[in-house]
């Protein structure tokens, strides 16, 4: 995959540059906050190579990419640099709903801490497992020193959320930082610990009573405080004389915030946690399954919205202050495995050689945790594979929901985290978290077994229903592709790119160029130009999408030697002039002029059959398409 390529074509189909808010990713997508979303060309997005889904939720215009997308989002930096930290106010009016706001927030603080979260959660369930099957003593060095190691992340959480809030809030990183390490100071937590033991006094600054909390592993208190803080430095910039900004900016700051973080935003964001906890602890005493049971049925609708992010921080919440999560974990959990489980049967049905290698491959990924693949290349898609997913997860999330399942330590859900339902030196929980994902697994995979239907029979019975018999027998439409360069035609694994090779894209043929003239294969739509003008996307009449691209990297070029004769949206013929390409100057400058032409809906068609030849010329025959 061109990364480059691709990461200039989802700049350009959401507005441009100037269009960008702030950009984020995660395991699977970038996160676009865009200035005006009426701007973004989504039908573009969604048939652009590389990209598997577009979503705009919860003020979010998210781009699904897969794992790849790190790759992608590294390139868009680079052709956006301002990107890249996000510092300064936008001067843009921010339209979205406050719901809208309050999710996206959530999302860019907790998504960039996660791999530490997910670390130590991990370290903390070996560390568990170890005890469990005596294979360390709890009294050992070696138990205290993987145990603080485990805890470092949980307990300096305060520090790590700072420096996350500062980026979403626009503020001084490091500043944040430091009101995080002031709420964490063994001398502040040292006092506190002495009054609750004394059992009377209390703690005063300037006379101002700061109550008797710590707040090691808390969440909220943090994110109010910089936020708090995001409106504090402009203030202190703009009271601050120029020629003693440097030391009197900071100052100010760090003085109104760590004294109102202390005596006001500390202990009321401490009573919005333990409120949280409490109303977790008196719902899980009122029906333990009921929670469990929603978010298991219901993921599959959350991840598609991204709304699933705005579940993430109870659940973190939930571990921070009663040390395991029962609710919001292990329904995602069952959800999780139900996803892959319901792609990997349509991976097991499907006669259709595409259709079975996305749906298996995403089966396996959404098992492990990542559902996306699985979400919107296979269930969404067929739908009825979701509706399996969805009876399959609320069935286990509604079993470990009555089993109390405990989660200590987070992570992806999915089987590669069950160790992380190891505490309370039992394996209580891992068993029942185990047994609850193969009851989702089970369940899910033989629903949609049983309802899935390749797309083209369903599609031949039902014609055959409306059909005389004589009509019947011809239900396969031939599609007839040309070649569109005169050249030498070949098959794709002669393509020096696994992304052509490989058929990842698509099946198809190439071309070796004899001249540098690309013609029509087919009538049709041209459905996509790029600004590099190596390549172009047309529709055919029939429904075949076709990408026909230029060359080997030649995007590099940035449309030298490259010249078209049609536009986006223009009907054409077979036989008309696409583009003219200088074949010698790209040869010069030492590119490969290999040429792919690949039906890049291949998964719609149940066959497609090519045929090399030497000297072909423009207009001979030499694919069909089988629908």
């Keep these: 995959m061109n990364y480059q390529e691709l990461a200039q074509n989802i700049i350009d189909n959401i507005g441009g540059q100037e269009n960008i808010r702030e950009l984020t990713h995660c395991a699977t997508r970038l996160r676009f906050n865009l200035k005006d979303e009426a701007k973004a060309q989504t ?52 339209d979205r709903s406050t719901a809208a706001k309050v999710i996206d927030t959530i999302t860019g603080i907790f998504t960039p801490i996660l791999p530490a979260i997910t670390a130590a959660g991990m370290l903390k369930a070996v560390l568990s497992l170890l005890v ?48 995080g390490g002031i709420l964490l100071h063994p001398n502040f937590v040292g006092m506190v610990t002495a009054i609750k033991e004394a059992g009377e006094g209390g703690i005063h600054l300037f006379g101002l009573p700061i109550s008797p909390v710590t707040y090691g592993s808390s969440v909220i208190p943090i994110i109010l405080s910089v936020w708090f803080m995001s409106y504090v430095e402009p203030i202190a910039d703009k009271v601050s004389p120029k020629v003693i900004k440097f030391f009197s900016k900071p100052l100010i700051t760090i003085a109104i915030v760590g004294t109102v973080s202390l005596v006001v935003i500390g202990p009321v964001g401490y009573l919005i946690s333990d409120g949280i906890s409490n109303g977790i602890k008196a719902l899980e005493n009122f029906s333990p399954w009921l929670v469990p049971t929603i978010i298991g049925a219901l993921t599959p609708l959350f991840v598609a919205t991204g709304t699933h992010y705005g579940l993430v921080p109870i659940g973190i919440n939930n571990r921070m202050t009663t040390g395991y999560d029962s609710v919001i974990y292990p329904g995602m959990l069952a959800s999780n495995v139900g996803q892959g489980a319901a792609s990997l049967a349509v991976g097991f ?9 996305l749906a298996s491959s995403a089966g396996l990924t959404g098992l492990f945790g990542i559902t996306e693949p699985a979400l919107y290349g296979v269930n969404l898609r067929f739908k009825t594979p979701l509706y399996a997913a969805m009876i399959g997860g609320g069935i286990g999330g509604l079993f470990m929901g009555i089993g109390r ?38 369940l899910s995979f033989v629903i949609s077994y049983i309802l899935y ?19 019947s027998k011809k239900t396969d439409i031939l599609v007839d592709v040309v070649a569109p360069i005169k050249g030498d035609v070949l098959s794709l694994s002669s393509v020096e790119d696994g992304m052509f090779s490989e058929e990842i894209l698509g099946k198809g043929f190439a071309v070796r160029p004899d001249e540098g003239i690309v013609y029509a294969p087919v009538s049709g739509t041209v459905t996509a130009v790029f600004e590099s003008k190596h390549a172009i996307g047309l529709t055919s009449d029939d429904g075949v999408e076709l990408l026909i691209h230029i060359g080997i990297d030649t995007v590099q070029l940035n449309g030298t030697g490259y010249e078209y004769f049609v536009d986006k949206g223009q009907k054409i013929q077979i036989g008309d002039k696409l583009i003219e390409f200088d074949l010698e100057k790209i040869v010069e400058k030492g590119y490969n002029v290999i040429t792919p032409v690949v039906v890049t809906n291949s998964v719609d068609f149940s066959d497609i059959i090519t045929v090399t030849k030497k000297s072909a010329e423009p207009g001979d025959y030499v694919m069909k398409v089988i629908r």
Excluded: R, W
């Design 43 to 94: 039908d573009a997005l969604k048939n652009t190579v590389g990209v598997m889904g577009v979503v705009s939720k919860g003020g979010q215009y998210q781009v699904i990419i897969g794992s790849d997308v790190g790759s992608v989002y590294k390139e868009i930096l680079k052709e956006v640099p301002s990107l890249d930290g996000q510092h300064g106010k936008s001067a843009e009016n921010d």
């Design 132 to 179: 469990v099957f005596n294979a360390i003593d709890k009294t050992g060095q070696t138990y205290i020193i993987m145990d603080f190691m485990a805890d470092s992340a949980f307990y300096f959480l305060p520090i790590l959320l700072a420096a996350s809030s500062a980026q979403k809030f626009k503020t001084n990183m490091y500043l944040a930082m430091m009101v």
């Design 349 to 357: 049905k499907s006669k259709d050689s595409g259709i079975k290698q």
């Design 405 to 442: 399942v405990k989660n200590f330590t987070g992570g992806s859900p999915g089987l590669l985290t069950l160790p992380s339902y190891i505490g309370d030196d039992t394996l209580k929980h891992l068993y029942l978290a185990c047994i609850g994902a193969v009851i989702s697994i089970i």
């Design 453 to 471: 239907k390749d797309p083209n029979v369903e599609e031949s019975q039902e014609q055959a229903s409306t059909q005389s018999p004589d009509q």
